[in-house]
């Protein structure tokens, strides 16, 4: 059988043995090794002919293939358990694993090409959106109200789970504004978790950022005695 190939479109001795076999429509669980042998040693000879450098590996292999070829001209030898030696069975054994490697490498390539049509957006400096004019009306950090907002979120987790389901009426942050001012108007300095009375993210999304509105407008100001105080939002002094 004529075997048709490109030369040195193979990654090593296995692949072009693997490759002949498929071509001649063989068993890997029982080659052939004759016939392979030939057409292994037709490839290092037309290389040969053009020039080409063998590399070393398939030399190898070439002489593994002669000597296994050699073994199964002779007699059949018999071991302890009176089972027949195959002298082939290590090398079906390489090419099996081989093949199996192959097959992942294609399906972890074709991963690699879908990863690569997903763009993701590089992080960035947010500095420049900060509108340096506007002051929070508090002696309290950006930075401690976010952190005193995980504090909150995780506390409500472990109590109850924020829902997920989208609600019909949407929550604004103007509507949670003016039930703020009215909770202010009433008691005058609550606690800031105080105004966080429903566990649901939309619902503390909108009081969150409601807060911060009236905190920069000067309709609240939140305070905090200490480090790790509880965190105060109270009616400004009018002056």
């Not at 030369?7 to 692949?15: A, H, V, Y």
């Not at 593994?64 to 054994?93: A, G």
């Not at 911060?212 to 939002?233: D, H, P, R, Y």
């Amino acid at each position: 059988m004529n075997i048709e190939f490109k030369i040195n479109e193979f990654s090593g001795p296995l692949d072009l043995l693997l490759h002949l076999i498929k071509e001649s429509k063989m068993d890997i669980m029982n080659i052939e090794i004759e016939e392979i042998t030939k057409q292994y040693m037709d490839y290092l000879a037309l290389q040969e002919k053009m020039n080409l450098e063998i590399a070393s590996e398939y030399l190898v292999m070439a002489s593994e293939l002669l000597e296994i070829k050699s073994k199964l001209l002779l007699p059949n030898e018999k071991v302890e358990d009176d089972e027949e030696s195959d002298p082939r069975e290590e090398l079906v054994n390489r090419l099996i694993e081989y093949e199996a490697y192959k097959e992942i490498t294609k399906v972890l390539h074709n991963k690699e090409n879908l990863r690569s049509e997903i763009y993701t957006k590089a992080p960035e400096n947010v500095k420049q959106y900060i509108d340096e004019n506007k002051e929070i009306n508090c002696d309290v950090s950006l930075d401690d109200l976010i952190e005193a907002f995980k504090k909150y979120l995780q506390r409500k987790k472990e109590n109850e789970p924020l829902k997920t389901k989208v609600t019909v009426n949407e929550i604004s942050v103007s509507s949670r504004r003016y039930d703020i001012k009215k909770v202010l108007a009433k008691k005058k300095r609550v606690s800031f978790f105080e105004l966080f009375p429903i566990v649901s993210k939309e619902y503390v999304v909108a009081t969150f950022l409601a807060i911060l509105e009236m905190a920069k407008s000067k309709e609240l100001v939140i305070k905090q005695e200490g480090t790790f105080e509880e965190i105060i939002c109270e009616v400004p002094n009018e002056k």
